[in-house]
């Protein structure tokens, strides 16, 4: 909604249908309003970028890619707290909108932020860049379970 500045298309996984003609269903291509006027978008946009550009989510940062995102915390009475991140990109014609909640990542910045910019560029890019090959390693060897500590 915040993306499309002001209306949306009810979540979905599914893109086409390969090698069918069988439609994808009307309530998946309708176009919903959220009733509030297009122009309160825009700076909560632009403060959504900032946040990525040199905020709380500066680890979702890509230099070619203008991603506007919000990090979180949900507070866990049990544990380590919760990672969350949603965002989308690019900012002024978005092809994606990721949101990532993982269980026990301390916080938004720690696991949630770099898992939504590297699933970011892995989409828009089809690639992850060499220098990014580290964050990359990083969040695929996180071991959440046992006390956040790495996988050999």
Request: charged content about 25%; proline content about 6%.
């Amino acid at each position: 909604m915040i993306a499309n500045k002001g209306h949306y298309f009810t979540p979905h996984l599914l893109k086409a249908y390969k090698n069918s003609s069988k439609p994808i269903d009307q309530k998946y291509r309708t176009k919903h309003e959220v009733g509030i006027n297009s122009e309160h978008f825009g700076p909560v946009i632009d403060g959504m970028e900032r946040a990525v550009i040199s905020g709380t989510a500066h680890i979702a940062y890509l230099p070619d890619i203008a991603i506007c995102g919000k990090t979180g915390t949900a507070e866990n009475p049990h544990g380590d707290d919760h990672s969350i991140f949603f965002g989308f990109a690019p900012k002024h014609d978005p092809k994606i909108v990721v949101a990532v909640y993982v269980e026990h990542g301390v916080w938004g910045a720690r696991y949630a932020a770099p898992i939504s910019s590297l699933v970011i560029e892995k989409y828009l890019n089809d690639t992850i860049r060499t220098e990014r090959k580290y964050l990359e390693e990083t969040m695929i060897r996180a071991d959440l379970i046992n006390k956040n500590k790495l996988k050999p």
